[in-house]
Nanobody, 125 residues
């Protein structure tokens, strides 16, 4: 099992920045990807960004590309999401997820095995 704990959410104004962190513990050696997803009120959970844990592959949703940056610190078992130029439509609960299988696209939630509890990000206009 892998436990994930997110932090760094908050209430900001449009144009501001936030950095989310997610620290993994437990059986992290089986990790292939770490991903970030978000869910806005009344909407389905959507992919935001993902990084390969073992290599350099990175994926972004079109809606955040150029504004968000995902990075990792393998020694600390931590993945980060730097969010710049935030918009009100970025509001939602942000979840960190661990993909412990090699198959399946890292942009799809159904291929992730472990999830954090989420951290709220609210962007006011």
């Amino acid at each position: 099992q892998v436990q994930l704990v997110e932090s760094g959410g908050g209430l900001v104004q449009a144009g501001d920045s936030l950095r989310l962190s997610c620290t993994a513990s437990g059986r992290t050696s089986s990790t292939y990807y770490m991903g970030w997803f978000r869910q806005a009120p009344g909407k389905e959970r959507e992919f935001v960004a993902a990084t390969s844990w073992r290599f350099s592959s990175i994926y972004y949703a079109d809606s955040v590309r150029g504004r968000f940056t995902v990075s990792k610190d393998n020694a600390k078992n931590t993945v980060y999401l730097q969010m710049n130029s935030l918009k009100p439509e970025d509001t939602g609960v942000y979840y960190c997820a661990n993909k412990a299988v090699p198959s399946g696209w890292p942009t799809q939630a159904e291929y992730y095995n472990h999830w954090g509890r989420g951290t709220q990000v609210t962007v006011s206009s």
